[in-house]
């Protein structure tokens, strides 16, 4: 057989799409199997959203469109961004992708020569550190530690910055462990990064699920530093709509070009009934996504009761997205370990904290994107395990 590209090597993958196969195979050996694993709103798309694709497709809203995406939508996503983050935002610099993701391999492509140096948070996202090997770029991990509410200090970040460093990844609330940002952190981060000629990748795909009277802030907003910003959003998140593949980003004027190139060298561009969906996502009624916000945030103080009533388990409040990011050191078992046999022996699938990166070893990544019932039985199933373990 022929061998393939040795560059997959530096190419990886998330973990929740493996656990959530292997999570498949026991439901079908008749096992009942709770699903805390794979990040995703488990409500519906909002009808009106669903509405609005389907009267596209009838409409005939179903050939090539421009690269970059329809007016339409980049006029509402820089309205969106403009009255959410504070920040001036036109439609020119809106571009529009199948989903956030291909931000994170252009974004880094566009600007990252081999040897250039990309600092991006540990644990985070695990797409970050592959799209920065695939591109052949140095990953340099900046820690996010329980002792600072998994953030990190501005000191964190500018001991790690040198004449290599090419961009800085951010992310906030963040991915996998639902900490976040504040507006002074922000301050103090944009303060090292003005010393610095990098470019910057905000990735604030869960800028509008924030618990507890936590408030959004982005680092574009500070120091002019949204000139050399690349500010993502999409709807996977907020709107429920995982499946539609539709995200977007404010590029700063020099990288609009390139990645417009990059998106017609690779997909053309984003299916436009899918972007009047979004349309009518950013510009319509509210109801159903408060609703499923309220809902999350019930959950949220649901899971952090149950974890840290569990032996060898203690578990910080998340202030954002709909991840808890539980410490548990305490069972003398491997996170990996634990995580094999809350699925094999309890039926409950979770993520080992490894699987976003060194720095999560000792940590459990728990979607609670699933129903109050479902999330109580998790909880009442890892408790007879790890009172078993802890024995």
């Known amino acids: 057989m022929p061998k393939l590209a040795t560059a997959l090597e530096r190419l990886g993958t998330e973990t929740a799409f493996e656990v959530l196969a292997r999570a498949k195979a026991l439901e079908a050996t008749g096992k009942r199997v709770i699903h805390l694993e794979i990040g995703e709103p488990d409500f519906d798309t909002a009808p009106h959203i669903v509405e609005a694709a389907a009267k596209a497709l009838r ?11 329809i007016p339409a939508l980049r006029e509402a996503a820089a309205n969106h961004l403009t009255a959410h983050r504070g920040i001036d935002v036109h439609p020119d610099s809106i571009v529009v992708t199948p989903g956030a993701k291909p ?30 090997k695939w591109a052949g770029a140095t990953p340099v991990p900046l820690p996010l530690t329980e002792e600072t509410d998994f953030a990190f200090t501005a000191e964190d970040l500018k001991s790690r910055m040198s004449s290599k460093t090419k961009m800085v990844i951010l992310n906030s609330p963040a991915n996998p462990t639902g900490g976040y940002i504040s507006k002074q952190l922000n301050a103090e981060v944009a303060a090292v990064l003005a010393d610095h000629d990098c470019w910057i990748l905000s990735d604030e795909v869960y800028s509008e699920m924030l618990w507890g009277g936590a408030e959004h802030d ?12 690349i500010l993502l959003d999409g709807f996977s998140k907020t709107f429920a709509m995982t499946g539609w593949r539709l995200g977007y980003a404010s590029l700063p004027e020099p990288l609009r070009e390139p990645i417009t190139r990059l998106i017609i060298n690779s997909v053309s561009c984003t299916a436009p009934a899918t972007q009047l969906a979004g349309v009518a996502a950013l510009a319509g009624p509210r109801t159903e996504i408060d609703a499923m916000m309220a809902e999350f945030d019930r959950r949220r103080v649901a899971v952090v009761e149950g974890l840290n009533s569990l032996p060898g388990v203690t578990c910080r409040d998340p202030k954002g997205a709909f991840y808890a990011f ?4 305490g069972t003398g078992q491997d996170s990996r370990v634990v995580a094999d046999r809350l699925l094999q022996e309890a039926g409950v699938a979770v993520l080992s904290g490894t699987a976003f990166g060194d720095y999560g070893d000792g ?22 395990l790890l009172e078993a373990m802890t024995a």
């Open 218 to 229: 982005t680092i574009a907003g500070h120091q002019g530093l949204q000139d050399r910003t």
């Open 103 to 132: 931000f994170l391999f252009f974004g880094i492509l566009a600007t990252c020569n081999p040897g250039d140096e990309v600092i991006y948070p540990n644990p985070g996202f695990p797409i970050y550190e592959s799209a920065i």
């Open 59 to 69: 409409d005939g809203q179903t050939h090539y469109c421009p690269a970059p995406g």
């Open 326 to 329: 539980p410490n548990v050191k």
């Open 363 to 384: 940590y459990l990544r728990l979607s609670y994107a699933n129903s109050m019932e479902n999330i109580q039985e998790a909880i009442e199933a890892m408790r007879g």
